[in-house]
């Protein structure tokens, strides 16, 4: 079966650094995206790794390892508006999204 | 503000009216999708139009029923729903359909939440 796994709630505080992990098994893969939800809101499209490394953008960075089906975000000085669900998607052999059930970011001032 | 209209924002129905979600896109976009997404858990894939085409149904309650009119518009049309199907109905646009290999991302209207009564 395909799977990925996230945290479900972590905790940081403003101004700090946090890194959000996502472990996949899936029938094949062609990239992982990485999108943040605030609450009530559309999933906003924050990144895109399909080869191995580091993706930095801005605040925000995405890692991934192919081999080890692991994939990190990574949150850099913390606002408080960064309090959202961070969702992490997988596109398998079909070309499908796969979607994790998404990690909810609590930042503490 | 997204890119991806989607109306109406909210919608309550009773589970013997007809009514009709929609969404529009002007980005030229090639692919749209629609999502059902209960709280707290990720989106669910409903159906993919490509090049106004539909080329995925994930197995979907004939009670919804998509429409593609041209490239810039998806309908979600809706008839004899259930209350189990409230939820929060996303609509999605990218630029090439699946199976192109495309590294471009899928872009999200705002939703439209649906009450059953």
């Known amino acids: 079966g395909q799977n990925i796994d996230q945290p479900t709630e972590m905790t940081a505080t403003e101004g700090a650094i946090v890194q959000i992990n996502c472990t996949y098994q899936t029938s094949g893969f062609n990239g992982l995206f990485w999108y943040q939800q605030h609450a009530g809101e559309a999933p906003t499209f924050l990144s895109y790794n399909v080869l191995d490394g580091l993706e930095e953008k801005g605040r925000f960075s995405s890692f991934l390892s192919r081999s080890k089906g692991y994939s990190y975000l990574l949150l850099k000085e913390l606002q408080m508006k960064d309090s959202a669900s961070y969702l992490c998607?997988?596109?398998?052999?079909?070309?499908?999204?796969?979607w994790g059930a998404g990690t909810k970011l609590i930042i503490k001032p | 503000d997204t890119e991806v209209t989607q109306t109406p924002k909210h919608l309550v129905m009773g589970m013997t009216n007809k009514k009709s979600l929609k969404c529009e896109q002007h980005m030229g976009h090639r692919a749209m999708y629609w999502y059902k997404q209960k709280a707290k858990k990720p989106p669910e894939l409903m159906f993919v139009?490509?090049?106004?085409?539909?080329?995925i149904n994930e197995s979907v309650p004939s009670r919804f029923s998509p429409e593609c009119p041209n490239s810039s518009l998806l309908n979600l049309h809706l008839h004899a729903l259930q209350p189990e199907d409230s939820a929060l109905y996303l609509c999605a646009s990218s630029q090439e359909g699946p199976g192109r290999g495309s590294n471009q991302p899928q872009h999200f209207g705002d939703g439209t939440r649906l009450s059953i009564l």
């Open positions: 998607a997988v596109r398998d052999s079909n070309y499908q999204l796969i």
């Open positions: 139009y490509s090049y106004e085409k539909l080329s």
